[in-house]
């Protein structure tokens, strides 16, 4: 499902990070952030993302100078390639957004939880709440490859009549493209993480937002709502506490920031789904 | 019904039916209490029938020889279409019942079917989208002129029996936190106990006890925390704190072990007896420990709360074997001593015999041979001996571990029949291939790497209907059926034994052999208990049919493998072939001239 680039291109990221670390050296009062440089809603080079904003209010409250090394999210080895490249090399010390209990970087207290939502045209009145909807079985659902989404539609066979999107391994690719297949008619439904659309959705009125709860109807364990976390490097304990009492001590602010760029806050499922 | 004092008293009245062979309910002095109520044949005034949940009627007028004349009776739409699983009460002449979400609740006036009062709670909209398991109800309770109505919504209501009035409400889940409501209520003495689901949303399980008269609470239990928050006493025979202790840090605080099954009472011993469901947390790894008190059998004072012994069937479970499936209390010969007993059969595959009066663990057995995940259970420890390379953890991919997480059973209630000494048990026959629990984060986007595959256990049936024996823990018979039997089970003294199934067949089996004797092809599929009445001399048998939405869609689509699913056998056409949804009470009667 997965592009593969070419070892040359591989070669050629590396070169970037490297540069990329020569511009960024590490010094005592730098709250130090691997980030993607083009990957909105969540981060770019401008700092329009939901996560440049939270990583520029980190910073603030712990009164350091926030400085970036860009690095693609979205590159052959996908996110796990990203930390290995950039967070593991010590070019920076804190990446901003992910689920809490991965295990290949040490997360922070969660900051914010959210859900796999379903996304469809108001108009349409559909009937749905979760997964197990009948109205579902009637109608072309869009998803994003390798997600909870792919596998709940799995199970009930609903991925015969399905559509997928891949904007999280596509580097030029956008979590919007689903809305505007949405749009085009292309699908009826869509089912995506809030946060990679939320911030689009504030734009699209005419689209209805539902919330897809976590489910175990099917036997599985299907779980559509996580708790987030920023996270430091495995082993480094004392970026962990930093951040998570920044997290224990702003967490309005947080909120705030969150909600203002679109990302809609879904009740805590509690950590025993993690 | 087990205890000595009260099998004189069935035997009595068993007596004056012999004797006058046609009941008059009329004539019949009010009981003072539900204990006197439930021993009348004529009625059902507690959902498993009595305080011991045998689920076994003195009724004998439907027998073996006549059964095949069975006939419809009358019957009536719930107006729901959702999975039904609970059973109608009676109460005189008027029949109660409460169908699968929105919960309508309707009194029956037996005399001409008619509808005495109607009422439909206005429910939490949110209450739905953070239900598990479809969106069932398991059944009302009657007590001192009300009827107890669960909500899913977690609101509990009593109504008046006479006009359905509210006459209390009292809020015992919040759905806004994960919590459901999907039991029957039990209503002991002066008191109402009340569950809770919700145990893959991360509650931490409670039971809690409401005035019957005005719906104050009296006591609540949890599942898991300090011994003050399980209710367990100083002088408990048990590891102190062990509901914190077991667990790592904090998670005990959403540690599960919700209250969703049934609840039993032993009025002689004053006790209660229920089981918790699984640890909070999916991935057992994450949750080191014994993960106490979930996955155990509690006895508790009814007065108090206060927890007189609790018996751990699955510590770490790595399955979903919750354990709040029924507890049937029978006093049963073992050894050559008469035991005042508990009979459960476990998700997890054993069936189990304990001395109800202390816990003790007397037999556990597999109650499908086909169960692989323990070899057995240590009766020293009574903890199970499990096979290594079954358990599930993190990073792991485990194949054929049997039972699949639906277990060998599930709160399907059995039935005890003290005549042949047989517990008739519904019962499930999958296995599965657990897929190992990871968080990834594919960029921007988390998931959980989990899968669980169900399918078919050895031998190809998906459930059955056995026979069993609890005094020594062997089956007797076993009648295959095609999809998990996922109804309950009536046996009744004419020595016939009813069950329903999920592809539409309400059947009569010979109690003795499990021979088949009648069946019936009904609306919907059946994941309901069948219950029995008597009304002006005639002996009725009444089903809810209704395999529920997408519920009984679900477990049949559960059953293949789900990549297989993407392009050769869809399963969900497998249990749609067989019936559809729907939600009826059917009723059914000898015609009579038999």
């Not at chain 1, 290949?104 to 939880?113: A, G, K, T, W």
């Not at chain 2, 109660?96 to 509808?115: C, G, I, K, Q, R």
């Not at chain 2, 072990?257 to 699984?278: F, H, V």
């Not at chain 2, 041979?369 to 259970?377: E, F, I």
């Amino acid at each position: 499902m997965r592009t593969r680039l070419s070892k040359l291109a591989v070669v050629a990221i590396a070169i970037l990070l490297g540069v990329a670390t020569i511009a960024s050296p590490a010094r005592a009062g730098d709250f130090r952030v691997c980030a993607d440089p083009d990957y909105l809603p969540f981060s770019n080079r401008a700092g329009e993302g939901f996560e440049n904003k939270i990583a520029a209010y980190v910073a603030h409250a712990l009164g350091e100078r926030l400085v970036y090394t860009w690095a693609n999210t979205r590159g052959p080895d996908g996110f796990e390639g990203f930390v290995r490249a950039t967070l593991n090399k010590r070019l920076c010390d804190v990446v901003m957004d992910v689920p809490y209990a991965s295990d290949d970087v040490l997360p922070s207290e969660p900051y914010y939880f959210s859900s796999y939502i379903f996304v469809f045209p108001k108009s349409k009145h559909y009937d749905i709440d979760s997964m197990d909807s009948p109205a579902l079985k009637d109608l072309k659902i869009g998803f994003e490859q390798d997600t909870p989404a792919e596998t709940g539609l799995k199970i009930r066979t609903l991925i015969l009549h399905s559509v997928p999107f891949d904007s999280a391994d596509d580097p030029t690719g956008s979590p919007r493209q689903m809305l505007d297949a949405i749009g085009t008619g292309k699908i009826a439904v869509g089912i995506t993480w809030e946060p990679a659309v939320g911030y689009f959705l504030q734009r699209m009125p005419q689209l209805a937002v539902v919330g897809v709860p976590n489910a175990r109807s099917q036997g599985s364990p299907e779980q559509y709502n996580f708790p987030m976390a920023m996270a430091a490097r495995l082993g480094d304990h004392a970026t962990q506490k930093q951040l998570d009492r920044v997290i224990a001590a702003h967490a309005t602010e947080l909120t705030a920031i969150l909600a203002a760029n679109g990302v809609k806050l879904y009740k805590p499922p509690s950590v025993a789904q993690l | 019904m087990k205890r000595s004092i009260t099998v004189g008293g069935v035997a009595l009245i068993a007596v004056l039916l012999g004797i006058a062979g046609v009941w008059r309910p009329g004539t019949a002095q009010a009981p003072a209490t539900l204990a006197e109520m439930a021993k009348d044949p004529n009625q059902w005034v507690i959902p498993g029938l009595n305080y011991s949940s045998t689920r076994n009627s003195t009724l004998n007028q439907i027998t073996t020889d006549n059964v095949k004349n069975l006939s419809a009776a009358w019957t009536m739409s719930t107006g729901a279409t959702r999975g039904h699983e609970g059973q109608p009460l009676v109460v005189g002449d008027t029949m109660y019942y409460e169908s699968a979400f929105p919960n309508h609740v309707f009194a029956v006036n037996l005399d001409d079917y008619s509808t005495k009062w109607e009422f439909t709670p206005k429910e939490d909209p949110f209450a739905p989208t953070v239900a598990c398991c479809d969106l069932v109800n398991r059944g009302v309770a009657y007590g001192d002129g009300k009827i107890i109505v669960d909500a899913l919504d977690g609101v509990v209501y009593a109504l008046n029996s006479s006009n359905g009035q509210v006459v209390w409400h009292t809020k015992t889940a919040n759905p806004e936190a994960g919590q459901t409501v999907t039991s029957a209520p039990l209503v002991v003495k002066n008191k109402v106990l009340v569950g809770v689901s919700g145990g893959e949303f991360g509650v931490r399980g409670y039971i809690t006890a409401y005035s019957l008269s005005a719906g104050k609470q009296v006591w609540r239990a949890y599942s898991e925390g300090p011994d003050s928050d399980v209710l367990i006493p100083a002088n408990f025979n048990g590891p102190k704190n062990a509901g914190v202790s077991t667990w790592q840090g904090d998670q005990w605080r959403v540690g599960g072990g919700t209250t969703w099954g049934w609840y039993s009472y032993d009025p002689e011993l004053n006790l209660i007896y229920y089981g918790s469901g699984n640890p909070g947390t999916w991935n057992p790894s994450q949750r080191p420990g014994d993960n106490k008190w979930s996955m155990t059998i509690f006895a508790r004072d009814a007065d108090t709360g206060e927890a007189k012994w609790a018996y751990q069937m699955t510590p770490h479970d790595a399955w979903d074997f919750d354990g709040i499936n029924e507890m049937i209390l029978a006093d049963l010969t073992i050894g050559g001593n008469k035991v005042p007993a508990l009979v459960h059969f476990d998700r997890n595959g054993f069936g189990y015999t304990l001395d109800r009066r202390n816990g003790k663990l007397l037999v556990a057995q597999k109650f499908d041979p086909d169960v692989n995940w323990a070899t057995g259970v240590n009766m020293q420890t009574g903890r199970p001996e499990v096979v290594a390379s079954k358990e599930t953890k993190a990073g792991v991919n485990v194949h054929n571990i049997c039972p699949a997480a639906m277990g060998s059973k599930d709160q399907q209630p059995a039935s005890y029949d003290p005549v042949t000494g047989y517990f008739i048990v519904p019962t499930n026959h999958n296995c599965m291939d657990y897929q190992a629990f990871t968080v990834k984060y594919k960029s921007g986007f988390p998931f959980v790497g989990a899968t669980v595959k169900m399918y078919a256990g050895p031998g190809g049936n998906r459930g059955a209907v056995i026979a069993w024996d609890a005094t020594d823990g062997h089956i007797v018979w076993t009648d295959k059926e095609r999809f998990p039997a996922w109804g309950g089970v009536l046996t009744t003294a004419g020595g016939v034994a009813f069950y329903g199934t999920m592809d539409g067949w309400f059947k009569a089996v010979d109690t003795k052999t499990g021979n088949l004797l009648w069946k019936f092809h009904t609306t919907s599929g059946i994941i309901a208990n069948p219950m029995t009445y008597m009304h002006n001399g005639k002996q009725y048998v009444a089903i809810l049919c209704g395999v529920g939405g997408w519920a009984g869609i679900n477990l049949a689509a559960g059953l293949t493998n789900p990549t297989a699913g993407l392009g050769a056998v869809n399963a969900a056409m497998d249990l749609g072939h067989y019936t559809q949804l729907g939600g009826d009470l059917l009723v059914f009667s000898l015609p009579q001239s038999s």
